[in-house]
């Protein structure tokens, strides 16, 4: 059975950073591209930041500079170090596993984890 755990979520004051972290079970991790989404009250669910299995990453343009993320394949754990945060930032984030090939797509979501940004 494929998990994905997320944690680090809370409220922190615009200008504050908060760490996100996203622990996997039941896949084979270093296979996945590992990504953070969001979704804020009415929105519709973005990209926020990927990380492939090859080690290359890409962000919205909105967070770019501002967050990072990074991957453990030994931890089974794929992280977002958001600073700098925006009340624009508030959302629940969640932490997404997929891999896909011609005529295949395994897609994985965890549960999500509340950011709030408070100005």
């Known amino acids: 059975q494929v998990q994905l755990v997320e944690s680090g979520g809370g409220l922190v004051q615009a200008g504050g950073s908060l760490r996100l972290s996203c622990a996997a079970s039941g896949i084979i991790f270093s296979r996945y591209t590992m990504g953070w989404y969001r979704q804020a009250p009415g929105k519709q669910r973005e990209l926020v930041a990927a990380?492939?299995?090859?080690?290359?990453?890409n962000y919205a343009d909105s967070v770019k500079g501002r967050f990072t993320i990074s991957r453990d394949n030994a931890k089974n754990t794929v992280y977002l170090q958001m600073n700098s945060l925006k009340p624009e930032d508030t959302a629940v984030y969640y932490c997404n596993a997929n891999r896909n090939w011609p005529g295949y797509e395994y897609d994985y979501w965890g549960q999500g984890t509340q950011v709030t940004v408070s100005s």
């Open positions: 990380a492939r299995s090859g080690g290359s990453t």
